[in-house]
T-cell receptor
Framework: DAGVIQSPRHEVTEMGQEVTLRCKPISGHNSLFWYRQTMMRGLELLIYFNNNVPIDDSGMPEDRFSAKMPNASFSTLKIQPSEPRDSAVYFC????????????FGPGTRLTVT | DQQVKQNSPSLSVQEGRISILNCDYTNSMFDYFLWYKKYPAEGPTFLISISSIKDKNEDGRFTVFLNKSAKHLSLHIVPSQPGDSAVYFCAASAQNYGGSQGNLIFGKGTKLSVKP
């Protein structure tokens, strides 16, 4: 299996622009997670989906952030408009939702907003 | 308030010796614990886990110990190798308490350096 695929790997954009991060989970997994990693806050969960349905989005920092999962093999995280404080590494992870299931992470997208 | 704490941001160990990474948690509903390893420019990778019904789980050079009364777990790496140099994250989940099943709460990580 190719593992969790994220694109792009690096994104540099100017403040105010829209940013879309993409994720393809591992085939057969039914849970998908979006995380953000910063030096100050470490690895924090933004939102997660079970069977394509958003379950908990309490970690989404503001209305500028939105996430969708239109089908079992694709998810997007959108920031509109972007701000310099959104600069971070964004990880997508997937798992098969059951007791004891570990999450498998993608390589991350490094976002820089200037 | 952090529910999962890794109080040591870094640890340096000589090759061949034991590495001990510590993690504390505050939520008594956590019943499943995991350790992840992260190399630069890569995503975290699963290393080892332990359920709250156990107090020890071993996988090769890696052993995780759980002390529920102290709300403390530790990861032991014996013997440590230079390739073990990475950031290690502790994570916890409340698997059996509904709602957030599958959701993991991560610590901030400990950077391990194993010197040859």
């Amino acid at each position: 299996d190719a593992g969790v695929i994220q694109s792009p790997r690096h994104e540099v954009t100017e403040m105010g622009q829209e940013v879309t991060l993409r994720c393809k989970p591992i085939s057969g997994h039914n849970s998908l997670f979006w995380y953000r990693q910063t030096m100050m806050r470490g690895l924090e969960l933004l939102i997660y989906f079970n069977n394509n349905v958003p379950i908990d989005d309490s970690g989404m920092p503001e209305d500028r952030f939105s996430a969708k999962m239109p089908n079992a093999s694709f998810s997007t995280l959108k920031i509109q408009p972007s701000e310099p404080r959104d600069s971070a590494v964004y990880f997508c992870a997937s798992s098969f939702w059951q007791v004891g299931a570990e999450q498998y992470f993608g390589p991350g997208t490094r976002l820089t907003v200037t | 308030d952090q529910q999962v704490k890794q109080n040591s941001p870094s640890l340096s160990v000589q090759e061949g010796r034991i590495s001990i990474l510590n993690c504390d948690y505050t939520n008594s509903m956590f019943d499943y614990f995991l350790w992840y390893k992260k190399y630069p420019a890569e995503g975290p990778t699963f290393l080892i886990s332990i359920s709250s019904i156990k107090d020890k789980n071993e996988d090769g050079r890696f052993t995780v110990f759980l002390n529920k009364s102290a709300k403390h777990l530790s990861l032991h790496i014996v013997p440590s190798q230079p390739g073990d140099s990475a950031v290690y994250f502790c994570a916890a989940s409340a698997q059996n308490y509904g709602g957030s099943q599958g959701n993991l709460i991560f610590g901030k990580g400990t950077k391990l350096s194993v010197k040859p």
